[in-house]
């Protein structure tokens, strides 16, 4: 197989006297589609935010091969990562199109019009609200426009925290059949952080299931569904 | 009415000089949601600057852009030293640096000019430009408004035109979400502090140009009161909410307390504060500020 997007080995990560991350390891290979489960607490938020660089962790990060630990949430944005946070990940006071060039803020290159015109394209609800500030949107545009936000620095590797939290199924269902699209389109790497199995596990090449801070299953998506474990923990059924 | 009028235009005159350190304090408020209490005196130390640069021969308005340079790049230098390291969501520490900050640089201009209130040059035109029976409109007071308006027509333009602008913005707005956009946090509060004080500057050098005033350490400090109330008064995060606030207060402060005779003059701080409380009451978020938007 090809050489891995994003490399995890032994990552371990505390808050103040509290371990939330106790040495988990995993990988991401180029064009996936992975999905990390869990429940709330077991530390899948952390994980996202020590690959961004944005909280302080031990153990090995790796992005194309480099260690990317010590480095700024900045640089780490400029070689290629991109992260859609929890709940809000848009700026509630700029319009949708301020929001889509904060996306660009890295980028010098003379495409980034035809990049927001690729975000209309994927969401056309955020073409007709192009001059409204972002905080009078609804919360699925909303988390539609955290995802063209981060699509918009032209990310190898996207990673998003539960993009799901809070939507109407329906809304989540058109939301994650465009993560597919993109994902196709623009050859993104995704790893989405998720707590609707189901969903992730469809659209997922790989999952792990996080439990307590350690990885418990991993596993292909199809599999995954079909393990009995996790369809008694995550499935419901 | 003639008496109205002319209090109507010194209402204006003053005002526009408290919305000049106004907006500087909003520039700084909209970034960190934090009030620099060292505004006014950062601003009265630049304006000291400007003065010594004339009198070493300096044409007035190269003094004063060397001035605005200069306290700018002190401001980006104290962001540096003394903000930058403290977390920017809790406050306490960085208001007491500020209150600090007020101290030190208020002993340091005392130190080098002494407290002798000194006369400072003309900036603009002086004598009348409009005089109908006994209502005189001077040049200063033209010239004081225009350029607060001119001032806040630039930073507006500089926020919503240019990349900088627009990360300030973004910085404002989400600080977690400018991180993972790539925007580097701390340069671009630094760059509001610049700006910030490259206005204020503006304005203590306008206000000390006013022919009734002179310079002296401790001018800003009745100032940066009427200042405070202005910026809260127009909503702390508008530019156009600091010149309603700082004509409001102005207003107050030579019309109001002429007219309503159980006001004493020496109340005209306090009438201003009180209706700023009347106006907070009314609007939480003062004139032109945003209400917050939050959506969980």
């Given at each position: 197989m090809t050489s891995p997007i994003l490399h995890v080995e032994d990552l371990k990560a505390t808050y103040g006297p509290v371990q939330v991350l106790h040495g988990i390891d995993f990988t991401v290979f180029p064009k996936e589609i992975v999905v990390v489960l869990g429940a709330n607490g077991a530390g899948k938020t952390t994980t996202l935010r020590s690959i961004s660089g944005m909280i302080q962790t031990s153990g090995r990060i790796e992005l194309n091969g480099e260690?990317?630990?010590?480095?700024t949430p900045s640089e780490i944005v400029r070689r290629g990562v991109a992260h859609v946070p929890q709940?809000?990940?848009?700026?509630?006071?700029?319009?949708v199109e301020e929001n889509l060039k904060v996306g660009a803020f890295i980028r010098t290159d003379k495409d980034i019009k035809i990049d927001i015109d690729t975000c209309y394209e994927n969401y056309p609800v955020l073409y007709e609200r192009k001059?409204?500030?972002?905080?009078?949107?609804?919360g699925g545009e909303q988390q539609m426009l955290a995802v063209s936000r981060a699509l918009m620095s032209r990310p190898q590797l996207l990673l998003m925290d539960?993009?799901?939290?809070?939507?109407?199924p329906q809304i989540v269902e058109d939301l994650f059949t465009r993560f597919v699209a993109i994902n196709r389109e623009q050859e993104t790497t995704m790893l989405i952080v998720e707590q609707n199995a189901q969903l992730a596990l469809d659209i997922a090449n790989r999952g792990y299931v996080l439990e307590s801070g350690r990885i418990s299953v991993e596993g292909k998506a199809e599999e995954l569904i079909n393990d009995d474990a996790i369809r008694r923990a995550y499935l419901g059924a | 009415m003639d008496l109205f009028l002319q209090r109507v235009v010194d209402a204006i005159t003053n005002g526009s000089t408290y919305a000049l350190i106004a907006v500087a304090m909003v520039l700084i408020f909209k970034a960190?949601?934090?009030?620099?209490?060292?505004q006014g005196e950062q601003a009265m130390l630049g304006a000291f600057a400007v003065l010594q640069l004339w009198n070493w021969g300096i044409p007035m308005w190269g003094a004063v852009i060397i001035g605005m340079l200069f306290s700018g790049i002190l401001a980006a230098g104290l962001e540096r030293a003394?903000?930058?390291?403290?977390?920017?969501?809790?406050h306490l520490p960085l208001v007491i640096i500020t209150l600090g900050l007020f101290l030190v640089i208020n002993a340091v201009a005392a130190i080098i000019w002494r407290f002798d209130p000194q006369s400072f040059p003309q900036l603009f035109p002086s004598g009348n430009a409009f005089t109908y029976n006994n209502v005189r409109l001077s040049w200063y007071s033209i010239f004081a408004f225009g350029s607060c308006v001119l001032v806040l027509f630039v930073l507006q333009t500089l926020l919503t035109r240019t990349k900088i602008g627009l990360a300030f913005r973004a910085v404002s707005s989400n600080l977690e979400s400018s991180r993972l956009s790539g925007i580097k946090i701390g340069p671009t509060l630094q760059f509001g502090w610049a700006l910030a004080a490259a206005a204020g500057t503006l304005g203590a050098s306008i206000y000390a140009a006013n022919p009734v005033l002179q310079i002296e350490p401790s001018m800003m400090l009745r100032a940066l009161i009427f200042s405070v109330t202005a910026a809260a008064l127009g909503g702390l995060d508008s530019l156009w909410g600091a010149l309603i606030g700082g004509l409001t207060i102005g207003f107050v402060q030579s019309v109001v307390v002429q007219y309503?005779?159980?006001?004493?003059?020496?109340m005209s701080l306090s009438a201003a504060v009180v209706v700023l409380l009347i106006v907070l009451t009314l609007r939480p978020s003062g004139?032109?500020?945003?209400?917050a938007v939050e959506r969980v």
């Open positions: 260690e990317t630990r010590n480095l709940g809000r990940g848009t700026f509630p006071e700029l319009t001059t409204q500030m972002a905080g009078s949107l609804s539960e993009p799901s939290l809070g939507l109407a | 960190t949601t934090l009030i620099n209490f060292a003394f903000i930058r390291k403290f977390d920017p969501a809790d309503i005779p159980f006001i004493p003059n020496e004139v032109l500020g945003t209400r």
